[in-house]
């Protein structure tokens, strides 16, 4: 059985002869680790940006936006909603038709009618 000084040694040597590409916790990361990320599928469409697209810019099949306050789920297919509301809809103009149009928290005050939209990523 090793002394506790050898195996002190036996482990500086272990990380000593660590392969080169293992790159410390705090290091920047690869240019090509970046570049991926940013030509990924989902890059550009983060819940801000995606509920100030028009409708034809968007590529996603289905649309989905939920009340925050009484918790209820409408769902559209970006075809229907750009037969509905047109290719140069707003989706959070539209979110908000959709969600008013069946709304049944009506307290008869402007500033509390009304739902409160969440928008999910399908």
Known sequence: MPTPKQMEKLAAEAIRSRAPSAAAPDAPLPA?????????PRADTSGAQMRQRRLSEIQRHLLRV???RCERTVE?????????????????????????????????????DGCWPGFDMP
């Open 76 to 112: 559209i297919q970006t075809a229907d909603a750009v037969r509905l509301y047109g290719g140069n809809a707003v989706w959070k103009d539209v979110a908000q038709r959709l969600l008013d149009n069946t709304c049944q928290q009506r307290t008869g005050r402007h500033e509390e």
């Open 32 to 40: 090509e680790y970046w570049e991926s990320v940013l030509e990924g």
């Open 66 to 68: 939920s009340c925050r």
